[in-house]
T-cell receptor
Framework: DAGVIQSPRHEVTEMGQEVTLRCKPISGHNSLFWYRQTMMRGLELLIYFNNNVPIDDSGMPEDRFSAKMPNASFSTLKIQPSEPRDSAVYFC??????????FGSGTRLTVV | GQQLNQSPQSMFIQEGEDVSMNCTSSSIFNTWLWYKQDPGEGPVLLIALYKAGELTSNGRLTAQFGITRKDSFLNISASIPSDVGIYFCAARGSGNTPLVFGKGTRLSVIA
């Protein structure tokens, strides 16, 4: 199994631009999670899906952030418009019920 | 909300020394897990604990699920340079609720 696949690995964009992060979970995993990691705040859960349905998006910082999971093998996290304070590493993780998560390698986002 | 207090925040140790880190909470959890994150990568699961009092080993790593279900520790014996990284505790309450993560312990090993 290739694990959780995230793209791109690195993204540098200008303030105000739209950013789309992509994630392919492990086949057969029914839950998908988006996290943001910064030095100050550690790992923050942004949103998670069970069986492609968003369950809790209370961690999404503002309306500029949105996430979708159109099918069991793909999810996106979009930031529009991006701001410098959105700079962080964004992780996608997937799991089966009640087991530990498998994380992707992350997308390092820099907004200048 | 539920929080995990992980300590220490960072450690500098000599190669060959043993390491101990822990996580505590005011909430009760049903599952405790320990992850390691290497630079530039995502966290990787090291050990999962599903029962209060459980003591589990994975090579040089040993972790325990506290009997009160409010804490867990991770020990690393005879540390080596590749143990360098950030170690996270994580825990889950009942049902299929998301994992809560600690803020991590940054381990540095001096050869």
């Amino acid at each position: 199994d290739a694990g959780v696949i995230q793209s791109p690995r690195h993204e540098v964009t200008e303030m105000g631009q739209e950013v789309t992060l992509r994630c392919k979970p492990i086949s057969g995993h029914n839950s998908l999670f988006w996290y943001r990691q910064t030095m100050m705040r550690g790992l923050e859960l942004l949103i998670y899906f069970n069986n492609n349905v968003p369950i809790d998006d209370s961690g999404m910082p503002e309306d500029r952030f949105s996430a979708k999971m159109p099918n069991a093998s793909f999810s996106t996290l979009k930031i529009q418009p991006s701001e410098p304070r959105d700079s962080a590493v964004y992780f996608c993780a997937s799991s089966t019920t009640n087991y530990g998560y498998t994380f992707g390698s992350g997308t390092r986002l820099t907004v200048v | 909300g539920q929080q995990l207090n992980q300590s220490p925040q960072s450690m500098f140790i000599q190669e060959g020394e043993d390491v101990s880190m822990n996580c505590t909470s005011s909430s009760i959890f049903n599952t405790w897990l320990w992850y390691k994150q290497d630079p530039g990568e995502g966290p990787v699961l090291l050990i999962a604990l599903y029962k209060a009092g459980e003591l589990t080993s994975n090579g040089r790593l040993t972790a325990q699920f506290g009997i009160t279900r409010k804490d867990s520790f991770l020990n690393i014996s005879a540390s080596i340079p590749s143990d360098v990284g950030i170690y996270f505790c994580a825990a889950r309450g009942s049902g299929n609720t998301p994992l809560v993560f600690g803020k991590g312990t940054r381990l540095s090993v001096i050869a």
